[in-house]
């Protein structure tokens, strides 16, 4: 199932999330992501709008995304993120260091 999908890129690439992702899923996901990334470097915000569920394997893929864009001076930025999911970020303080909304 695909779960990024591009939907804009108006100087900054706009991913939407979808479904679940989780340790099944996750290397899928880090591959459409990285391909999507490595094609047009720039910052990236996603759209967690139709995102209903990640996992601890997923939390460390952001981390990894995060940490790979700050190091080539782009940002990240998480877009309408379900309360449930916004409350794991918060619990590990990502949310000190990413941008959450």
Do not use: W
């Not at 391909?35 to 209903?52: E, G, Q, R, S, V």
């Not at 990894?64 to 930025?77: A, E, M, W, Y």
């Amino acid at each position: 199932m695909q779960q990024v999908k591009l939907i804009s890129e108006e100087g900054k690439l706009v991913i939407a999330l979808y479904g679940e992702i989780d340790s099944s899923t996750v290397d899928d996901f880090y591959a459409q992501v990285s391909a999507i990334y490595n094609h047009d470097k720039k910052d990236i915000l996603f759209d967690c709008t139709a995102l209903t569920f990640i996992d601890s394997t997923t939390l460390g893929t952001f981390v990894k995304i995060f940490k790979h864009l700050k190091q080539d001076g782009h940002t990240f930025v998480l877009k309408n993120v379900h309360p449930r999911i916004k409350k794991l970020f918060q619990i590990c303080s990502l949310d000190t260091i990413m941008e959450i909304d």
